[in-house]
């Protein structure tokens, strides 16, 4: 334990008898008296890890947990959501935006603190520009990171690392990127970083990668690495299907090599791409993907218990059912057995003339006589309705309903696990996150202290 850690909990345990005689400060909230006296793991976190399941209401971790269960046993087994449940958070936007947020004013609220209008990117209701979680802990000198599945330039990661009044501004996003000294940025979004700009970035000492296999060649630095000319592929139908745990283990590898710590973002982006399509075996395979990356960091964790790593969803999205049609079931052998995405599936069917046996093959199930001739009529509309028409099949036959092509405004859940982790215990608003997160930052040094 270094001098300074030392020198925090001391602090630390004055805070927590202050406590007691009643001026409790956030922080001090977080941990008992002996806990911060005794415990052998630092009481607050040197490095911070921010994921968030796009549009990953409570029904999508609920639906993974049973989309997983081994029906082979008793017992219905535990996610890694469930091992590292610990409180809610309202999502709502600022009032002028009503109960349902979007993704930009929920990010905007997870980064800085404060609540704005749906469609801000860290600017309040006045489109004056708030300072971000990434941004105070540059300023304080550790490095900063964000793995995403979107384009990296995408309202959530955008939000974190820039200002903007509008998310759809994503050549000025990108292009901000520039003077924001973030040291890690994986995901994808080529389309909106041109060559010039690229050539910027190289300028200012970062790697530049357009291939995924390229990550490995990666051992320090600042990296820019964008792999796919807007978001990254499905997982399902993806040859890798661990980009995003193996985008999470690369920039803690590379953020690990900073003294002072680091703020790191992870989005599994997709979950809410396929709940706007209303698209259960898609988003199923996103789930899956974003809890394996939840479980590269909880891994990590466990080697740096200096390590706090806070989990949450900017919002629910598509009003995803667990059962529907007045059954009293759900039927996730329907949905395990499906191979691909119905985008993938669609596609498949339109250019075979042996359509309807590749679609059970990708289905893993064959549609009875009245299933093939609604199929067959959406094959003669084309790929949109084709797709739409499998992804209706696959609902009927599990029992998995939507209710919107959008967001919903349900409370959404929170995950985490390492110092301070106690602190975001029950519930919450999702600005009161954000501020959790930036009172657990370093604080600034005094003169004299920086002088040693
Ligand atoms: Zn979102």
Not at 91 to 120: C, Q
Request: glycine share 8%; proline share 3%; charged share 20%.
């Amino acid at each position: 334990m270094g001098a300074t850690q030392k020198m925090t909990i001391f602090k630390l345990c004055i805070l927590a008898g202050a406590a007691l005689v009643g001026t409790m400060s956030v922080a001090a909230q977080a941990m008992t008296p002996a806990q911060t006296m005794l415990g052998d793991a630092p009481s607050v976190p040197k490095n911070i890890v921010i994921m968030i399941g796009d549009g990953m209401g409570p029904a999508y971790t609920s639906a993974y947990r049973y989309y997983k269960d081994n029906p082979d046993t008793q017992e219905i087994e535990q996610t890694v959501f469930d091992r590292l449940l610990v409180g809610t958070s309202s999502t709502y936007p600022a009032r002028v935006s009503g109960y349902v947020t979007d993704s930009a004013a929920a990010a905007t609220a997870l980064a800085t603190g404060v609540k704005s209008y749906n469609g801000a990117i860290s600017v309040d209701i006045n489109k004056q520009t708030i300072p971000t979680i990434m941004e105070k802990a540059k300023a304080l000198g550790l490095a900063t990171g964000v793995a995403v599945t979107s384009q990296i330039n995408h309202a959530t990661p955008a939000a974190f690392l820039s200002h903007n009044e509008s998310r759809s501004n994503y050549d000025a996003l990108a292009k901000s990127y520039l003077t924001t000294d973030t040291d890690v940025m994986l995901g994808g979004g080529k389309k909106y970083f041109p060559v010039s700009l690229i050539e910027k970035f190289q300028a200012k000492g970062y790697q530049y990668l357009s291939d995924f296999n390229q990550l490995d060649s990666i051992k320090q630095g600042k990296v820019i690495g964008l792999f796919a000319n807007v978001q990254l592929p499905w997982a399902i139908d993806d040859n890798d299907k661990n980009k995003l745990s193996k985008m999470t283990a690369k920039a803690l590898e590379l953020l690990s090599q900073h003294d002072k710590g680091f703020v790191l973002l992870i989005e599994g982006s997709l979950i809410d791409w396929a709940g706007h399509n209303n698209d259960i075996v898609t988003a199923m395979g996103e789930m899956e993907e974003f809890a394996n990356a939840i479980e590269v960091v909880e891994q990590y964790i466990r080697n740096n218990d200096n390590t706090l790593m806070l989990v949450t969803a900017d919002h629910n999205t598509g009003g995803l059912s667990i059962g529907a049609n007045g059954e009293y079931s759900w039927n996730t052998s329907i949905i395990r057995g499906v191979q691909a995405s119905p985008d993938f599936i669609a596609n498949d069917a339109l250019i075979h003339d042996d359509w309807l046996a590749r679609v059970s093959l990708n289905l893993g199930f064959e549609p009875n006589e009245d299933e093939a001739s609604q199929l067959a009529r959406a094959r003669m509309q084309g790929k949109e309705v084709m797709t739409t028409s499998i992804k209706h099949l696959i609902d009927s036959r599990s029992n998995t309903g939507w209710t919107t092509g959008g967001h919903t405004g349900v409370d959404v859940q929170v995950f985490a696990t390492g110092p301070a982790a106690s602190l975001f215990a029950g519930y919450q608003d999702n600005t009161d996150i954000a501020n959790k997160l930036i009172s657990l930052l370093p604080k600034a040094k005094s003169k004299s202290q920086s002088n040693k």
